[in-house]
Structures are given as structure tokens and as C-alpha cells.
């Protein structure tokens, strides 16, 4: 049965375009969203590359048309919003944060955030949470990789990141 289960949630993640909670596989599938948890452990164990997003279970996409950067960013916690913002106004999808912590090397969050009720849900997840962001642990400093269409649309993020103060710059 859990074979069987485990077969579904491959289904239920291919078919859609979207992340899936584990709430709502959990429901789907009438076990504890703790049971998909460990679910998602084997099939990891597996091969399986399934992204755990603040929206839910991704499975990462074939085609992408979009081009890939990374920008060096610092912020307080306070500014989150307003950096996370500025990329996503710009057409940019936030697609992870990066921390190189001393022991760990990289530690990596995903994101997938690509609208302002995007960022919002976010940031209000992290209040209700109380967990502190991943650059704590590097004084406001980390990574974003995003993806974007169009190269003025970058450069439009890049230097509205650096009128902010947000942009690390070389």
C-alpha cells in the first residue's frame, strides 16, 4: 500500500504544473502529512529530485525557457519583503536563497516565488512560523538564484536591488 502510495504522489506532482502541499496530498491519500513526509524521504532516497518549496512539492521542470542568474544580496530581516519584492516586480522568479555557512558549506532553501502574494505569503509564513531566515545565519548576507526572461528585466531588478542598498556589489 505505501508502494502504491508513494507511485501516486510521482503521479500527482507530474501532473501538476504547481507545487502540491503535503497537506493536501495527506487529505488526498488519507494518512498524516507526516506519513507524506516520509514518503517524500524514499522516493528522494529513490532518485527522485522533488523540491520542498514553501508552496509545496515541486518536481523540477524539463523545459525551462527562462535564463538563470545569481545575485549577491544583504538585508536585515525587517527588508525581506521589499528585496524579495523588488526582484519579483521586476518579472524575476525567486527561485531559491544560499547561505555558505562555516561547517555545512552551501545550505540551500527553494523558493519559487514569483508575485507579490507570492512574497507575501512568505513573509507572513515567517512571522507565524518564528523561524529565522537562512542569512541569519551569515549577517544578512546569501544568494538568490532567479530566473528571467528578458535581460533588461535583470538588469532593471539589479539596479533597483542597488538603489535600495539590497546589491552586493563585486
Given at each position: 500500500?505505501?508502494?502504491k502510495r508513494?507511485e501516486?504522489?510521482i503521479?500527482a506532482?507530474?501532473d501538476n504544473a ?6 493536501a496530498?495527506a487529505?488526498?491519500f488519507?494518512?498524516?502529512r507526516q506519513v507524506?513526509?516520509q514518503d517524500?524521504?524514499i522516493l528522494?532516497?529513490?532518485g527522485y ?12 521542470q524539463?523545459a525551462?525557457?527562462c ?6 544580496v544583504?538585508?536585515t530581516p525587517l ?6 519584492n ?11 536563497v544560499q547561505?555558505?555557512h562555516p561547517i555545512?558549506g552551501e545550505?540551500k532553501?527553494y523558493?519559487m ?8 505569503r512568505f ?5 507565524v512560523?518564528g523561524?529565522?531566515?537562512?542569512s541569519s ?13 528578458r535581460r ?5 531588478a ?9 546589491l552586493?556589489s563585486e
Amino acid at each position: 500500500m505505501s508502494e502504491k502510495r508513494r507511485e501516486k504522489i510521482i503521479k500527482a506532482l507530474t501532473d501538476n504544473a504547481g507545487p502540491v502541499s503535503g497537506s493536501a496530498l495527506a487529505k488526498q491519500f488519507k494518512v498524516s502529512r507526516q506519513v507524506i513526509v516520509q514518503d517524500v524521504a524514499i522516493l528522494r532516497a529513490k532518485g527522485y529530485e522533488i523540491m520542498a518549496t514553501p508552496q509545496g512539492y515541486l518536481l523540477p521542470q524539463e523545459a525551462n525557457v527562462c535564463e538563470q542568474a545569481v545575485l549577491a544580496v544583504r538585508h536585515t530581516p525587517l527588508e525581506t519583503g521589499a528585496e524579495l519584492n523588488t526582484m519579483v516586480d521586476f518579472g524575476l522568479k525567486v527561485l531559491d536563497v544560499q547561505v555558505e555557512h562555516p561547517i555545512y558549506g552551501e545550505l540551500k532553501g527553494y523558493l519559487m516565488l514569483e508575485s507579490r502574494q507570492d512574497v507575501k505569503r512568505f513573509v507572513e509564513r515567517l512571522k507565524v512560523e518564528g523561524v529565522p531566515l537562512l542569512s541569519s545565519l551569515t549577517n544578512g548576507v546569501h544568494l538568490h538564484t532567479v530566473e528571467y526572461r528578458r535581460r533588461e528585466d535583470l538588469e532593471g531588478a539589479r539596479q533597483a536591488l542597488h538603489k535600495h542598498g539590497f546589491l552586493i556589489s563585486e
